[in-house]
Nanobody, 117 residues
């Protein structure tokens, strides 16, 4: 059974930075592409960044391209998201999960990112 535990969120001023981490239990981690998703109040959950199994290819939503960087450490079963030049519209709960989603894999508790002055 895979468990996902996100951490690293917080309150930051516009223009600030955060680094999110997601620790995944279970051997499935190293066999799949992973992504960071976010859900803002009143909006649907969206995929913002994706990294392939080996970590060599990354993809980003247009809204975060050039500001966010996704990476992974398969030895530690951990995926990271570096958030730079944060904007108020980046405020959301951030989650990690497989890409594409597997209906048998649930969601973690997420980590709240709030960008406000």
């Amino acid at each position: 059974q895979v468990q996902l535990v996100e951490s690293g969120g917080g309150l930051v001023q516009p223009g600030g930075s955060l680094r999110l981490s997601c620790a995944a239990s279970g051997s499935i981690f190293s066999f799949n592409a992973m992504g960071w998703y976010r859900q803002a109040p009143g909006k649907e959950r969206e995929l913002v960044a994706r990294v392939t199994r080996g970590g060599l290819t990354t993809n980003y939503a247009d809204s975060v391209k050039g500001r966010f960087t996704i990476s992974r450490d398969n030895a530690k079963n951990t995926v990271y998201l570096q958030l730079n030049s944060l904007k108020p519209e980046d405020t959301a709960v951030y989650y990690c999960n497989m890409v594409p989603l597997d209906p048998l894999i649930g969601w973690g508790q997420g980590t709240q990112v709030t960008v406000s002055s």
